[in-house]
């Protein structure tokens, strides 16, 4: 079956430029979370959406965004781009919440300019 | 705040021997944990996971261990090949089923 699909797999902008990442999840699966990752923090938690609903946010920024469609299909949004926002941005979907683990995507590498 | 750590950054071992990867915790509401590979320009991938009501599960060459005593989870890999290169992650969930924490990761180097 076809795997968590997240595009574009790069992308480079300009600070102060807002960006919109895409992730299809695995068929069936309802829960899509976020993450983002880099160097220094790690793997970071940003949200989770189930059945259109966000039902848990990370300690991010208001600039960071996000919303799931009917099909669960989900999308994240960052506005006012800065330098630290660069990172790999991983999509990860379960049926479930975090239940038998998440399948990841490959991620969206963002680099901010 | 509470946070998954791990006891060493980079471990190197031998092809064909075992490899033993350690992850410390400190959340005692997670009842919920993940091992992750992450290879080069990929996401992590699922290796395995364990609830807190197990001490041990076992999978295909992989087995992880937890001791919640002293909030501790490992991951063993028997029979270490070069595929097994990548870097490890520990996640728990903090009693949330909303949410993983990472630990910081192990880049495991499998020698010739």
């Known amino acids: 079956k076809a795997g968590v699909t997240q595009t574009p797999r790069y992308l480079i902008k300009t600070r102060g430029q807002q960006v919109t990442l895409s992730c299809s999840p695995i068929s069936g699966h309802r829960s899509v979370s976020w993450y983002q990752q880099t160097p220094g923090q790690g793997l970071q938690f940003l949200f989770e959406?189930?059945?259109?609903?966000?039902?848990n946010k990370g300690n991010f920024p208001g600039r960071f965004s996000g919303r799931q469609f009917s099909n669960s299909r989900s999308e994240m949004n960052v506005s006012t781009l800065e330098l630290g926002d660069s990172a790999l941005y991983l999509c990860?979907?379960?049926?479930?919440?975090?239940?038998?683990?998440?399948?990841f995507g490959s991620g969206t590498r963002l680099t901010v300019v | 705040g509470e946070s998954v750590g791990l006891h060493l950054p980079t471990l190197s071992v031998q092809e064909g021997d075992n490899s033993i990867i350690n992850c410390a915790y400190s959340?005692?509401?997670?009842?919920?944990f993940i091992w992750y590979k992450q290879e080069s320009g990929k996401g992590p991938q699922f290796i395995i996971d364990?609830?807190?009501?197990?001490d041990k599960r076992q999978g295909q060459r992989v087995t992880v261990l937890l001791n919640k005593t002293v909030k501790h989870l490992s991951l063993q890999i028997a029979a270490t090949q070069p595929g097994d290169s990548a870097v490890y992650f520990c996640a728990e969930n903090g009693g949330s089923a909303r949410q993983l924490t990472f630990g910081s990761g192990t880049q495991l180097t499998v020698l010739p």
């Open positions: 959340n005692s509401a997670s009842d919920y």
């Open positions: 364990i609830r807190s009501n197990m």
């Open positions: 990860a979907s379960s049926l479930a919440p975090v239940e038998d683990g998440y399948t």
């Open positions: 959406y189930f059945s259109e609903t966000q039902r």
